[in-house]
């Protein structure tokens, strides 16, 4: 039987799955096929794709040329997995992403195949901060997401996710992130204070971990002058500075790493996510070379040796970041959200500000039964999209950055008029 005409069996996912799913909840349909911007359901139902991975599909699905380039090498018997052995596959991205992304911003990371996840680049960094400083502590912030691995974890603000844990989440402090006590109280004052006190009861850290923009925390911005503070207090206390850009990253929310025009330079950061460009798992770690003292063979994974993934991570580079014309066009696109998002906040009642950054945007909704009525009714008429946020009340916008005006602008109209129609119905049963 072709696999294209092959159909699922009835109930097999909730004979056999876990019921540790989640996603599926939300949008439950059984997709067979993904182009571009679009899912297909086996009933043949198109379906606009606002959540892209959770940012690992920043060029859409089955991206053509991407895709070509990966039947070619596996059509060429190369190498599909390696260890961390030396490969054509693996020198060719080395080399363009030194050429194409480290050399133009000056920066001189070495490179870190921890294994395939993001949670598995937290882990190694967290582990070479601790290395470096022969520390414990690591510093994170408020309603920060870095993954579901106990160090991950541990860095993780979420309840939910750290309540899976089964056991005690030890060596990390949740220090406010920017804005988290509203604009008139600086933060990283107050953690420089809180550090400059020897009877604070902080310890000194190892690290300080970072997202710029908060994916799963609700879409809240770092400013750039708050990334400056926090990177001097880092330095100012022997800590070294990781930027988690696992989901804000490759073009999301700017540049290829999100913290760009900032100013700042971490010791150490985190990728994943798009990272490949056809959503295959990749990860890296990037280490400033002077805190690379890692032994031989101290810190690896099975799966660091991903050649399929170095394969398309490499034509995505040649592709997309070879000169500034993607990032303008996503620039371009993000106006063009950001414009959008705000005609439906203005149009509800229970539409609040806006939150995140480019191509990383979304609503605050009053609470999160809104957001996930709005989301549910999204998908009724063709639109997947999720929420974020400490209480799931950001309606969020992940769609690829290679969407059509034409598609962003079908996504928005669904959404719109998603929220009109929760508006419609609330109103209607408050009367």
């Given at each position: 039987m072709a696999y294209e005409h092959a159909s699922a069996p009835a109930n097999i996912f909730e004979r056999r799955e876990s019921r540790v799913r989640s996603y599926c909840r939300s949008f439950p349909a059984v997709f067979k096929s993904a182009r571009g911007s679009e899912l297909i359901a086996e009933d043949g139902t198109r379906y606009i794709d606002f959540l892209s991975g959770c940012s690992t599909l920043n060029y859409g699905h089955n991206h053509p040329e991407l895709k070509q380039a990966l039947l070619d090498y596996i059509g060429a018997d190369g190498v599909a997995h390696g260890?961390?052995?030396?490969?054509?596959?693996?020198?060719?991205?080395?080399?363009?992403?030194?050429?194409?992304?480290?050399?133009?911003?000056?920066?001189?990371?070495?490179?870190?195949?921890?294994?395939?996840?993001?949670?598995?680049?937290?882990?190694?960094?967290?582990?070479?901060?601790?290395?470096?400083?022969g520390r414990t502590n690591v510093i994170a912030f408020t309603n920060g997401f870095h993954g579901m691995t106990l160090g991950a974890l541990a860095a993780t603000g979420n309840s939910g996710k750290r309540g899976g844990a089964g056991v005690p989440l030890t060596g990390v402090t949740h220090e406010a992130f920017d804005g988290y006590f509203g604009e008139d109280t600086d933060t990283a004052d107050q953690l420089d204070r809180r550090l400059s006190d020897p009877s604070s009861g902080l310890d000194k850290p190892a690290a300080i971990i970072v997202?710029?923009?908060?994916?799963?925390?609700?879409?809240?911005?770092?400013?750039?002058?708050?990334?400056?503070?926090?990177?001097?207090?880092?330095?100012?206390?022997?800590?070294?500075?990781?930027?988690?850009?696992?989901?804000?990253?490759?073009?999301?929310?700017?540049?290829?790493?999100?913290?760009?025009?900032?100013?700042?330079?971490?010791?150490?950061?985190?990728?994943?996510?798009?990272?490949?460009?056809?959503?295959?798992?990749?990860?890296?770690?990037?280490?400033?070379?002077?805190?690379?003292?890692?032994?031989?063979?101290?810190?690896?994974?099975?799966?660091?040796?991903?050649?399929?993934?170095?394969?398309?991570?490499?034509?995505?580079?040649?592709?997309?970041?070879?000169?500034?014309?993607?990032?303008?066009?996503?620039?371009?696109?993000?106006?063009?959200?950001?414009?959008?998002?705000?005609?439906?906040?203005?149009?509800?009642?229970?539409?609040?500000?806006?939150?995140?950054?480019?191509?990383?945007?979304?609503?605050?909704?009053?609470?999160?039964?809104?957001?996930?009525?709005?989301?549910?009714?999204?998908?009724?008429?063709?639109?997947?999209?999720?929420?974020?946020?400490s209480m799931d009340e950001v309606v969020k916008v992940l769609a690829p950055l290679t969407i059509t005006d034409a598609e962003l602008d079908a996504g928005l109209k669904i959404l719109a008029d998603a929220v009109r129609a929760v508006s419609a119905r609330r109103q209607k049963s408050a009367a």
């Open positions: 260890l961390d052995m030396h490969t054509r596959a693996k020198a060719r991205f080395l080399n363009t992403f030194e050429r194409l992304i480290l050399k133009p911003r000056s920066m001189d990371h070495r490179v870190l195949f921890p294994g395939p996840t993001g949670a598995n680049a937290v882990e190694a960094a967290l582990k070479t901060a601790r290395k470096v400083t997202e710029t923009v908060q994916g799963e925390g609700g879409l809240n911005v770092a400013s750039d002058a708050w990334l400056r503070k926090i990177e001097k207090i880092a330095r100012k206390h022997g800590a070294l500075f990781i930027i988690d850009d696992i989901q804000a990253g490759i073009g999301r929310t700017g540049g290829f790493f999100s913290f760009e025009k900032a100013g700042v330079t971490p010791d150490i950061i985190t990728m994943a996510k798009s990272l490949s460009g056809l959503g295959l798992p990749f990860a890296l770690t990037l280490i400033r070379p002077q805190h690379d003292l890692w032994k031989p063979g101290e810190h690896n994974g099975t799966f660091r040796g991903n050649n399929h993934a170095f394969v398309t991570a490499t034509k995505a580079l040649e592709l997309f970041w070879a000169d500034d014309a993607f990032e303008k066009e996503t620039a371009r696109k993000a106006a063009r959200l950001r414009a959008g998002l705000e005609k439906i906040a203005a149009s509800a009642s229970f539409a609040g500000r806006l939150k995140g950054k480019g191509m990383m945007s979304g609503i605050e909704m009053e609470s999160g039964d809104v957001a996930a009525e709005i989301c549910t009714e999204c998908f009724q008429n063709g639109l997947i999209i999720e929420t974020s946020g």
